[in-house]
């Protein structure tokens, strides 16, 4: 078992980003403008959204991405047969480094269902 939490993992980043939006308001002000208006529901739900962004944040290699992502999908209701369907791709698209993390998103998903 790996000892990375992702619940630390993504308080951690949101922390340090706090910082850089104080020190850097424009660019990270920005930044959430495009991310709010790219993940909005409109043709695709904001759910398949999700699901894309995790499946980018899986292929490249990003923790903090499956962090943060995996944890909107949990809040968005995701089915772990909708998560392991994209995994799935994410392994067949990106070969054995995908499937790597792709493990990693499996237990932010345990991490961030636990209990519920």
């Given at each position: 078992?790996?000892s990375?939490?992702f619940?630390?993992?993504?308080?951690?980043?949101a922390r340090?980003?706090?910082?850089?939006?104080?020190e850097?308001p424009?660019?990270?002000?920005s930044f959430y403008?495009?991310?709010k208006?790219?993940?909005?529901?409109?043709?695709?739900?904001?759910?398949?959204?999700?699901?894309i962004?995790l499946?980018?944040?899986?292929?490249s290699r990003?923790?903090?991405?499956?962090?943060?992502h995996?944890?909107?999908?949990?809040?968005l209701?995701v089915?772990?047969?909708?998560l392991?369907e994209?995994?799935a791709?994410?392994?067949?698209?990106g070969?054995?480094?995908a499937?790597?993390?792709?493990a990693?998103?499996i237990r932010a998903?345990?991490?961030?269902t636990?209990g519920?």
């Amino acid at each position: 078992m790996s000892s990375k939490s992702f619940t630390t993992l993504t308080t951690d980043i949101a922390r340090a980003l706090e910082t850089f939006r104080k020190e850097a308001p424009e660019t990270l002000q920005s930044f959430y403008s495009l991310s709010k208006a790219a993940m909005k529901g409109g043709a695709l739900s904001e759910r398949d959204k999700e699901l894309i962004a995790l499946a980018i944040g899986v292929t490249s290699r990003c923790d903090g991405c499956i962090g943060f992502h995996v944890k909107a999908l949990v809040r968005l209701g995701v089915s772990r047969e909708q998560l392991m369907e994209t995994l799935a791709i994410c392994t067949y698209m990106g070969g054995g480094p995908a499937l790597m993390y792709a493990a990693e998103a499996i237990r932010a998903y345990e991490e961030f269902t636990a209990g519920k």
